[in-house]
T-cell receptor, first 116, second 115 residues
Framework: NAGVTQTPKFQVLKTGQSMTLQCAQDMNHNSMYWYRQDPGMGLRLIYYSASEGTTDKGEVPNGYNVSRLNKREFSLRLESAAPSQTSVYFC???????????????FGPGTRLTVL | AQSVTQLGSHVSVSEGALVLLRCNYSSSVPPYLFWYVQYPNQGLQLLLKYTSAATLVKGINGFEAEFKKSETSFHLTKPSAHMSDAAEYFCAVSARNTGGFKTIFGAGTRLFVKA
């Protein structure tokens, strides 16, 4: 099993450009998450999907959109990138829906995004 | 609402010394607590978690943590540091909120191990 995979690994954008970060998991997990990681701030939740067909905002959703394409895939889109979105983005998944808080989250390797 | 505070953004220890990484939480309902580790250029992976069973939780790589409700703490320890323990460590708290459960991560503590 590959676990959680993310593409691309690195990306440089100019202000105003758009892009989509892709995430897929092969563990048959129900919940999927997008986080951003910034120095000194830990991980902050952007959006999550508790099950196929549902998405909800997290702590920092502004400037992002998501799509839960199917049970395996959860993409994050930046419609008009800004320098403040320079960050490392992590996708994660967990087994159950949002009914259990004891779930372990499994993380992908991350995407390093720079917006100039 | 819940929150988590990790005391010390950087901790440096000598190889063979005790590792102590501090985590304090705030939660209005019984929390579940996690420690994750992030090695350079990798995603986070679970070290251990507290799910209201035993208060002393043993994890991978010789780490353990003790849930102390009276102190609202969940500090991570390891008796003897190895060079391979150099990484960033994140404490996380998960608790029931309106609409489901929510997990909050701390800011992280970077552990340096000196030879």
């Amino acid at each position: 099993n590959a676990g959680v995979t993310q593409t691309p690994k690195f990306q440089v954008l100019k202000t105003g450009q758009s892009m989509t970060l892709q995430c897929a998991q092969d563990m048959n997990h129900n919940s999927m998450y997008w986080y951003r990681q910034d120095p000194g701030m830990g991980l902050r939740l952007i959006y999550y999907s508790a099950s196929e067909g549902t998405t909800d905002k997290g702590e920092v959703p502004n400037g992002y959109n998501v799509s839960r394409l199917n049970k395996r895939e959860f993409s994050l889109r930046l419609e008009s990138a800004a320098p403040s979105q320079t960050s490392v983005y992590f996708c994660a998944s967990s087994r159950t829906t949002a009914g259990s808080s004891t779930d372990t989250q499994y993380f992908g390797p991350g995407t390093r995004l720079t917006v100039l | 609402a819940q929150s988590v505070t990790q005391l010390g953004s950087h901790v440096s220890v000598s190889e063979g010394a005790l590792v102590l990484l501090r985590c304090n939480y705030s939660s209005s309902v019984p929390p579940y607590l996690f420690w994750y580790v992030q090695y350079p250029n990798q995603g986070l992976q679970l070290l251990l978690k507290y799910t209201s069973a035993a208060t002393l939780v043993k994890g991978i790589n010789g780490f353990e943590a003790e849930f102390k409700k009276s102190e609202t703490s969940f500090h991570l320890t390891k008796p003897s540091a190895h060079m391979s323990d150099a990484a960033e460590y994140f404490c996380a708290v998960s608790a029931r909120n309106t609409g489901g459960f929510k997990t909050i991560f701390g800011a992280g503590t970077r552990l340096f191990v000196k030879a």
